[in-house]
Protein backbone atom coordinates (compact mmCIF):
# COMPACT_ATOMS: atom_id res chain seq x y z
CA UNK A 1 0.00 0.00 0.00
CA UNK A 2 1.30 3.53 -1.06
CA UNK A 3 0.66 5.90 2.09
CA UNK A 4 2.69 8.70 0.28
CA UNK A 5 -0.44 10.36 -0.27
CA UNK A 6 -2.13 10.17 2.82
CA UNK A 7 1.61 10.92 4.14
CA UNK A 8 1.36 14.59 2.61
CA UNK A 9 -2.07 14.87 3.15
CA UNK A 10 -1.44 13.82 7.41
CA UNK A 11 1.42 17.00 6.89
CA UNK A 12 -1.34 19.28 5.81
CA UNK A 13 -3.24 18.17 8.47
CA UNK A 14 -0.95 19.13 10.92
CA UNK A 15 0.27 22.39 9.34
CA UNK A 16 -2.98 23.74 9.27
CA UNK A 17 -4.35 23.04 12.43
CA UNK A 18 -1.19 23.55 14.59
CA UNK A 19 -1.55 27.56 12.87
CA UNK A 20 -4.81 27.42 13.81
CA UNK A 21 -3.91 26.54 17.70
CA UNK A 22 -0.48 28.56 17.76
CA UNK A 23 -2.33 31.39 18.35
CA UNK A 24 -4.42 30.66 21.44
CA UNK A 25 -1.34 29.60 23.09
CA UNK A 26 -0.67 31.98 26.62
CA UNK A 27 -3.72 34.19 26.30
CA UNK A 28 -4.79 35.04 29.36
CA UNK A 29 -8.36 35.36 28.26
CA UNK A 30 -8.69 31.97 26.87
CA UNK A 31 -11.72 30.26 28.01
CA UNK A 32 -11.97 26.39 29.45
CA UNK A 33 -14.79 24.93 29.91
CA UNK A 34 -15.26 21.46 31.77
CA UNK A 35 -17.24 18.85 29.44
CA UNK A 36 -19.40 16.05 30.85
CA UNK A 37 -16.78 13.51 31.57
CA UNK A 38 -14.68 16.59 33.38
CA UNK A 39 -12.48 17.06 31.24
CA UNK A 40 -11.52 20.51 29.88
CA UNK A 41 -11.99 21.68 26.27
CA UNK A 42 -11.22 25.40 24.67
CA UNK A 43 -12.20 27.05 21.50
CA UNK A 44 -8.49 25.47 20.22
CA UNK A 45 -9.36 22.45 20.80
CA UNK A 46 -12.82 22.35 19.24
CA UNK A 47 -11.48 24.76 16.41
CA UNK A 48 -8.75 22.69 15.46
CA UNK A 49 -10.70 19.55 15.00
CA UNK A 50 -13.69 21.43 13.10
CA UNK A 51 -11.03 22.41 10.63
CA UNK A 52 -9.36 19.01 10.29
CA UNK A 53 -12.73 17.66 9.65
CA UNK A 54 -13.24 19.83 7.11
CA UNK A 55 -10.20 18.78 5.32
CA UNK A 56 -10.87 15.42 5.42
CA UNK A 57 -14.02 15.66 3.93
CA UNK A 58 -13.05 17.73 1.28
CA UNK A 59 -10.21 15.37 0.48
CA UNK A 60 -11.22 11.98 1.58
CA UNK A 61 -14.89 11.98 1.84
CA UNK A 62 -15.50 8.40 2.14
CA UNK A 63 -12.92 8.14 5.38
CA UNK A 64 -13.98 7.85 8.65
CA UNK A 65 -13.21 10.18 11.24
CA UNK A 66 -13.40 9.49 15.35
CA UNK A 67 -11.99 12.84 17.13
CA UNK A 68 -12.23 13.57 21.06
CA UNK A 69 -14.33 16.86 20.57
CA UNK A 70 -17.07 15.42 18.08
CA UNK A 71 -16.85 11.76 17.97
CA UNK A 72 -17.41 9.07 15.34
CA UNK A 73 -18.51 9.18 11.40
CA UNK A 74 -18.52 6.88 8.64
CA UNK A 75 -17.51 4.50 11.13
CA UNK A 76 -16.71 0.96 9.32
CA UNK A 77 -14.59 2.64 6.27
CA UNK A 78 -11.85 1.50 5.06
CA UNK A 79 -9.76 4.23 6.07
CA UNK A 80 -10.13 6.15 9.39
CA UNK A 81 -8.99 9.07 10.83
CA UNK A 82 -8.25 9.62 14.59
CA UNK A 83 -7.93 13.00 15.49
CA UNK A 84 -7.06 14.73 18.87
CA UNK A 85 -6.67 18.43 18.65
CA UNK A 86 -4.96 19.36 21.54
CA UNK A 87 -3.30 16.46 23.73
CA UNK A 88 -2.88 17.87 27.47
CA UNK A 89 -5.88 20.95 27.24
CA UNK A 90 -4.84 21.21 30.98
CA UNK A 91 -1.27 22.10 30.00
CA UNK A 92 -1.94 24.01 26.79
CA UNK A 93 -3.96 26.03 28.91
CA UNK A 94 -1.87 26.79 31.47
CA UNK A 95 1.05 28.16 29.10
CA UNK A 96 2.75 24.93 29.17
CA UNK A 97 4.53 23.67 26.39
CA UNK A 98 3.95 19.69 27.12
CA UNK A 99 0.86 19.38 24.62
CA UNK A 100 0.37 18.55 21.02
CA UNK A 101 -2.05 17.36 18.43
CA UNK A 102 -2.29 13.49 17.40
CA UNK A 103 -3.28 12.20 14.19
CA UNK A 104 -3.57 8.94 13.31
CA UNK A 105 -4.94 6.89 9.95
CA UNK A 106 -5.94 3.81 10.34
CA UNK A 107 -6.65 1.27 7.46
CA UNK A 108 -8.90 -1.89 8.36
CA UNK A 109 -8.43 -1.24 12.31
CA UNK A 110 -4.72 -0.97 12.53
CA UNK A 111 -2.60 2.60 12.77
CA UNK A 112 -0.61 2.94 9.61
CA UNK A 113 0.39 6.83 10.01
CA UNK A 114 0.60 8.65 13.32
CA UNK A 115 1.71 11.89 13.94
CA UNK A 116 2.75 14.40 17.59
CA UNK A 117 2.78 17.99 16.52
CA UNK A 118 4.27 20.30 18.66
CA UNK A 119 3.16 23.35 17.29
CA UNK A 120 4.28 26.69 19.58
CA UNK A 121 8.14 24.52 19.80
CA UNK A 122 7.90 23.88 16.04
CA UNK A 123 8.43 19.68 16.56
CA UNK A 124 6.80 17.83 14.11
CA UNK A 125 7.06 13.92 14.57
CA UNK A 126 5.79 11.41 11.71
CA UNK A 127 5.55 7.63 12.29
CA UNK A 128 4.60 4.96 10.19
CA UNK A 129 5.87 1.71 12.26
CA UNK A 130 8.96 1.14 10.80
CA UNK A 131 10.38 4.64 10.92
CA UNK A 132 9.67 8.09 12.65
CA UNK A 133 11.05 11.43 11.86
CA UNK A 134 11.42 14.68 13.85
CA UNK A 135 11.47 17.47 11.80
CA UNK A 136 12.51 15.10 8.48
CA UNK A 137 15.50 13.89 10.52
CA UNK A 138 15.30 10.07 11.47
CA UNK A 139 14.89 9.63 15.57
CA UNK A 140 15.11 6.49 17.64
CA UNK A 141 15.00 5.59 21.12
CA UNK A 142 17.54 5.34 23.49
CA UNK A 143 19.46 2.34 24.69
CA UNK A 144 18.64 2.23 27.92
CA UNK A 145 18.86 -1.37 29.25
CA UNK A 146 18.60 -1.16 33.10
CA UNK A 147 15.53 0.45 35.52
CA UNK A 148 17.97 1.98 37.73
CA UNK A 149 19.50 4.29 34.62
CA UNK A 150 15.22 5.18 33.54
CA UNK A 151 14.11 8.32 33.06
CA UNK A 152 10.10 7.16 33.64
CA UNK A 153 7.23 10.04 32.42
CA UNK A 154 3.50 9.93 33.42
CA UNK A 155 0.79 12.71 32.90
CA UNK A 156 -0.14 11.92 36.18
CA UNK A 157 1.03 10.31 39.17
CA UNK A 158 -2.50 9.54 40.95
CA UNK A 159 -3.94 8.23 38.15
CA UNK A 160 -2.10 5.01 38.42
CA UNK A 161 -3.90 4.57 41.53
CA UNK A 162 -7.02 5.34 40.85
CA UNK A 163 -7.08 2.86 37.46
CA UNK A 164 -4.29 0.37 37.79
CA UNK A 165 -1.97 -1.07 40.73
CA UNK A 166 -0.65 1.76 42.26
CA UNK A 167 1.31 0.11 44.70
CA UNK A 168 3.61 -1.67 42.08
CA UNK A 169 3.48 1.76 40.13
CA UNK A 170 4.86 3.37 43.20
CA UNK A 171 7.75 0.66 43.74
CA UNK A 172 8.91 1.20 39.86
CA UNK A 173 9.14 4.97 40.70
CA UNK A 174 10.91 4.22 43.48
CA UNK A 175 13.57 1.93 41.23
CA UNK A 176 13.99 4.15 37.99
CA UNK A 177 16.54 7.05 38.10
CA UNK A 178 14.42 9.86 37.35
CA UNK A 179 10.44 10.25 37.29
CA UNK A 180 8.58 13.25 35.92
CA UNK A 181 5.37 14.54 34.68
CA UNK A 182 6.65 15.82 30.96
CA UNK A 183 2.79 13.66 30.15
CA UNK A 184 0.69 13.81 28.00
CA UNK A 185 1.44 13.12 23.49
CA UNK A 186 4.85 14.86 24.79
CA UNK A 187 5.89 12.19 26.71
CA UNK A 188 6.25 9.96 23.62
CA UNK A 189 8.05 12.63 21.78
CA UNK A 190 10.29 12.33 24.32
CA UNK A 191 10.66 8.97 24.32
CA UNK A 192 10.94 8.38 20.47
CA UNK A 193 13.38 11.25 20.81
CA UNK A 194 15.67 9.86 23.13
CA UNK A 195 14.93 12.25 26.08
CA UNK A 196 13.31 9.60 27.62
CA UNK A 197 13.24 5.29 28.43
CA UNK A 198 9.77 5.25 29.50
CA UNK A 199 5.93 6.62 29.35
CA UNK A 200 2.76 5.43 31.53
CA UNK A 201 -0.81 6.15 31.36
CA UNK A 202 -2.78 4.31 33.05
CA UNK A 203 -6.32 5.46 31.16
CA UNK A 204 -6.61 6.60 27.86
CA UNK A 205 -8.73 6.98 24.86
CA UNK A 206 -8.98 5.85 21.35
CA UNK A 207 -7.55 9.15 20.21
CA UNK A 208 -5.07 9.43 22.72
CA UNK A 209 -3.43 6.12 21.30
CA UNK A 210 -3.55 5.58 17.91
CA UNK A 211 -1.10 8.12 16.59
CA UNK A 212 1.65 6.87 19.37
CA UNK A 213 1.55 3.46 18.08
CA UNK A 214 2.97 3.97 14.87
CA UNK A 215 5.06 6.62 15.96
CA UNK A 216 7.07 4.67 19.10
CA UNK A 217 7.58 1.43 16.80
CA UNK A 218 8.94 3.62 14.11
CA UNK A 219 11.48 4.91 16.35
CA UNK A 220 12.45 1.41 17.72
CA UNK A 221 10.38 1.12 20.74
CA UNK A 222 7.64 -1.36 22.54
CA UNK A 223 4.20 0.29 23.47
CA UNK A 224 1.57 -2.23 25.03
CA UNK A 225 -1.27 -1.19 27.28
CA UNK A 226 -0.81 -1.78 31.18
CA UNK A 227 -0.57 -5.49 30.95
CA UNK A 228 1.56 -6.02 27.89
CA UNK A 229 -1.21 -6.32 25.29
CA UNK A 230 -1.78 -5.53 21.76
CA UNK A 231 -2.35 -1.53 22.40
CA UNK A 232 -4.58 -1.27 19.63
CA UNK A 233 -8.02 -1.00 20.91
CA UNK A 234 -6.29 -0.30 24.82
CA UNK A 235 -7.78 1.95 27.76
CA UNK A 236 -3.99 2.30 28.75
CA UNK A 237 -0.35 2.80 27.68
CA UNK A 238 3.16 1.53 28.56
CA UNK A 239 6.09 2.72 26.12
CA UNK A 240 9.56 2.32 26.80
CA UNK A 241 13.02 0.60 24.97
CA UNK A 242 12.75 -2.53 23.69
CA UNK A 243 15.19 -4.00 26.74
CA UNK A 244 13.36 -1.88 29.47
CA UNK A 245 9.93 -2.91 28.38
CA UNK A 246 9.11 -6.40 29.52
CA UNK A 247 10.52 -5.21 32.84
CA UNK A 248 8.15 -2.74 33.35
CA UNK A 249 5.17 -4.85 32.47
CA UNK A 250 6.46 -7.18 35.02
CA UNK A 251 7.12 -4.33 37.86
CA UNK A 252 3.44 -2.93 37.03
CA UNK A 253 1.84 -6.16 37.21
CA UNK A 254 3.34 -8.43 40.16
Known amino acids: MNLEPYRAFLLELAEK ?16 ETKS ?14 LMRRMIHERFPD ?12 AGAEFTWVLDPV ?8 GSPLFGTLIALMHQGQPVLGVIHQP ?3 QLLVGDGARTTLNGRPVRVRA ?72 VRGAGGIITDWQGRDPVG ?17 ALNP
Open 234 to 250: AASIVAATPALHPRVIA
Open 87 to 94: DGTRAFAA
Open 144 to 215: TARLEDATLLCSDPLTPAQHQNGAAFAALTARVKLVRTWGDCYGYLLLATGGADVMCDPIMNPWDIAALIPV
Open 63 to 74: HGILGEEYGAEN
Open 37 to 50: DQTPVTVADRGAEE
Open 17 to 32: SGAFIRPWFGRPDLAV
Open 120 to 122: VLG
